[in-house]
């Protein structure tokens, strides 16, 4: 009995645990706020909502991706 309630358990933990991984992602570019598509003004608020979005100390990588979407969303130039 001991063992069928571990096995159960196992194969109930490694279900639950898997499952993010099985998740529909949705259409590229449709899932991460920081990728606006469209709709720039989501990615604009999503930076601005975020108080260490443009103030925290970063890479030169992430410091040019994250001031290039500020000023293309909210400034759009």
């Known amino acids: 009995m001991k063992r069928i309630t571990t ?3 196992s194969i109930a ?3 639950l645990t898997a499952s993010p ?3 529909d992602p949705g259409a590229p570019g449709t899932t991460f706020p920081e990728q606006p598509g ?4 989501a990615g604009c608020a999503a930076l601005l909502s975020n108080p260490g979005a443009l103030s925290a100390p ?4 992430a410091f040019a991706i994250t001031n290039g979407l500020f000023s293309d969303a ?3 130039s």
């Open 13 to 15: 933990v490694l279900a």
């Open 58 to 61: 970063r890479a030169a990588t």
């Open 38 to 41: 469209s709709h720039p003004q």
């Open 7 to 9: 096995t159960g358990l």
């Open 21 to 23: 991984a099985l998740a």
């Open 74 to 76: 909210c400034f759009g």
